[in-house]
């Protein structure tokens, strides 16, 4: 989006004026500590939606080395969080989903103030975001990973020279800059899961109802085949019964005579 490609921008001039010269290792922990947020649905003719993203997350982070007990979840959706809970997940806590594109963007802020809460109370060495995408005529999981940030993309953005002539003006402190732009870039990413989920939900939902529909016109040309067949059948059926019939009464009127073969 624009508003993306703008925040590149903005991280960019940051980073081109000698902002974060040193860049600490990135630490890998075979063990990690999750913050897992979780978005599902919770609407029907969706098939296993919540099932799948669910399947998705222990996958995934088994995959990390993380078991059911290092993952906490913020669950999107009362539904995946009552089916998280049936799958031993530890769900910290459940907002209902957002159907209205103009309220997904105050509940990712909502669900970003939880997330700072949390990483405030303990420690966790991920947070991650667990959604479902549109892919062809179906959904499929995604995962993205909100925290800890790719150093290596603020390095290639420092390595990257400045295309304008000169470096944009910064006369705010770069440190409480950084940190707004952190908090936008955040959001950006909370919302576009959350659209990408409530997208593929609307989109599967249209195709069930779409397959529904015409398996229903299916059986109703089966169900009309049916009807002409028998209906054909019982027009024949009386046709027979009205011309045996005075046959049979003519030969009760007029016997044939004894011994005729």
Request: net charge positive; glycine share 4%.
């Amino acid at each position: 989006t624009q508003y993306g490609k703008t925040l590149h921008e903005a991280f960019h001039g940051l980073f081109t004026q000698s902002f974060f010269d040193y860049f600490p290792p990135e630490i890998k922990t075979t063990s990690p500590k999750i913050l897992a947020i979780v978005i599902g649905t919770d609407n029907g003719l969706v098939g296993r939606f919540n099932k799948e993203v669910l399947n998705f997350v222990k996958n995934s982070c088994l995959e990390l080395g993380a078991n059911k007990k290092q993952i906490r979840a913020i669950a999107i959706g009362k539904r995946i969080a009552l089916q998280a809970q049936t799958m031993d997940f530890h769900v910290a806590h459940t907002y209902p989903i957002s159907n209205s594109i103009k309220e997904i963007a105050a509940l990712a802020g909502i669900i970003l103030t939880k997330i700072d809460i949390e990483l405030s109370s303990q420690h966790f060495d991920m947070v991650k975001i667990f959604y479902n995408k549109q892919q062809n005529l179906s959904f499929k999981p995604q995962m993205r990973q909100l925290m800890p940030l790719s150093l290596e993309n603020f390095k290639r953005l420092k390595r990257t020279p400045w295309e304008g002539r000169m470096l944009p003006l910064i006369t705010a402190e770069k440190e409480e800059l950084f940190s707004a732009l952190l908090h936008e870039y955040f959001t950006i990413q909370l919302t576009n899961a959350l659209i990408s989920s409530l997208a593929a939900e609307h989109f599967t939902r249209m195709n069930h109802m779409q397959q529904a529909e015409n398996n229903i016109k299916e059986k109703l040309g089966e169900l009309n085949l049916q009807y002409r067949i028998s209906d054909v059948w019982q027009r024949r059926r009386r046709q027979t019964t009205a011309y045996i019939s005075p046959s049979i009464c003519n030969c009760c009127r007029h016997p044939p005579p004894h011994g005729y073969i």
